[in-house]
């Protein structure tokens, strides 16, 4: 984790750099990260979220020991090395019980905890903040600060038996919730920059009340709202007028800076903007796999195009069978019917189709799709209808007419905007 601590510590000294971290469970999406950080010589931070990957699975079936066998199997795969690789778990706490009991989401929350670190995940989000069954809504930050407070405690004690570097922790979290706003959005309400002290102030006091102070020195940052978010046709750009005061006050605290979630589909400026007003790590996740999904349904019409519909495997199709046949992902975010909901089931922003990549019917299809395309190359003239961006790299020599490395270069278009907004200042 030296290696995290001297980009903050570089970050704080006045250069304006940061880190990225790839917030996905698609293994494409992970080889992709890898493969930027491995030409950029940088670390790769990825990490999976409570409802990824927990002790029950998550919805990729996933313990943390899973999710770090395949970060590592992929790193070796592109020939990254895994001592450059930070694995961190995000909104680890009572996300995924808040139904139950505090008591009860609280254990549980503590095994998760003790899960991520024991398989070597070392930037922990400690995130508190959702009320559970019983609770006031919203919780106060003193309930919050306790709660992180014994999370922060079990992480502590599973790092003093497994060893390795020590855990850095990110405390606070986001309004609205994680993966885009589940409501229209028209403005959001920045983070006020006296809350934003006062949290920093309670959580503090809490940790040394219950002798903390030595991984209070290891917490990194903090996640405020800058004024980003999405929703599913909508993104609220980024405004430094909106943001300053917020901006001035993380200088008054010499070893933080801010956590930026939700960032996904700014422009290339906005993700500069923000690692220049010292919201130096920038979270990324639907919109990689909006990428990826961009490509796929590239690559289905190409086929189609190309070997006939009557021999084409019909991707698209077979994903949106799968979301219909299973509304579990997207009928809590997606009110619209008939073929408003044909659009937001594919283009949304928020992405839901990514939880259907590991259904076997899509599965199966994504493998008969690149067998196919594999087997007989398209023409560059239907990449270059399709896939322009692919097209020209192809030329350029950058990649071959292969499906996988088309569809790598296309997520890698958004994850190149990252790399070089958390790099001004070079590395």
């Not at 003193?142 to 079990?154: E, Q």
């Not at 002798?211 to 004024?227: C, D, H, K, T």
Request: with cysteine; hydrophobic share 40%.
């Amino acid at each position: 984790m030296n290696s995290v601590l001297e980009i903050i510590r570089r970050h704080k000294a006045g250069e304006a750099v940061g880190i990225y971290s790839v917030c996905s469970a698609h293994p494409m999406v992970i080889k992709a990260a890898l493969c930027r950080a491995k030409s950029d010589d940088t670390l790769a931070l990825i990490e999976s979220t409570s409802n990824q990957v927990n002790q029950d699975g998550g919805y990729t079936g996933m313990l943390p020991s899973d999710f770090r066998t395949l970060v590592h199997g992929l790193a070796n795969e592109v020939g990254f090395p895994i001592d450059n690789i930070v694995l961190g778990g995000d909104h680890l706490g009572p996300n995924c019980w808040q139904g139950l009991p505090p008591s009860e989401a609280m254990d549980k929350s503590e095994i998760l905890i003790s899960l991520y670190v024991e398989a070597g995940f070392r930037k922990i989000h400690l995130d508190c903040s959702m009320p559970c069954r019983g609770d006031p809504t919203p919780l106060g930050d003193a309930d919050v600060a306790k709660r992180a407070a014994r999370l922060c405690a079990v992480a502590e004690r599973s790092w003093s038996k497994t060893g390795g570097a020590p855990p850095v922790y990110v405390i606070g979290t986001e309004v609205p919730t994680p993966g885009g706003a589940t409501e229209d959005l028209e403005e959001l309400q920045v983070t006020r920059a006296s809350a934003a002290a006062e949290t920093l102030a309670v959580h503090k006091a809490e940790f040394a009340r219950v002798g903390l102070e030595s991984a209070w020195n290891r917490v990194i940052a903090l996640v405020v709202q800058p004024g980003v978010e999405f929703d599913h046709e909508r993104v609220i750009d980024y405004r430094h007028d909106r943001a300053a005061s917020l901006s001035n006050e993380i200088r008054n605290h010499p070893h933080l800076v801010f956590e930026a979630h939700s960032t996904d589909y700014q422009t290339p400026l906005n993700l500069q903007a923000l690692v220049q007003d010292h919201f130096a790590i920038l979270k990324v996740g639907p919109a990689l796999t909006y990428a990826l999904r961009q490509a796929f349904w590239a690559l289905d019409q190409i086929e189609q195009e190309w070997v006939g519909k009557a021999k084409a495997v019909h991707l698209r199709q077979t994903m949106l069978d799968a979301m219909r046949q299973d509304s579990t992902h997207w009928k809590s975010h997606y009110g619209s019917t008939g073929e408003q909901l044909v659009l937001d089931l594919q283009y949304s922003l928020s992405d839901r189709a990514r939880y259907y990549w590991p259904n076997k019917n899509v599965e199966n299809a994504v493998t008969r799709l690149v067998q196919s395309l594999q087997a007989s190359p398209p023409p560059l003239t239907l990449i270059m209808q399709y896939l322009p961006g692919q097209c020209a790299a192809i030329r350029e020599k950058q990649i071959h007419n292969n499906p996988e490395e088309l569809l790598m270069h296309k997520i890698d278009e958004v994850l190149i905007q990252y790399s070089s907004a958390c790099n001004q200042g070079g590395k």
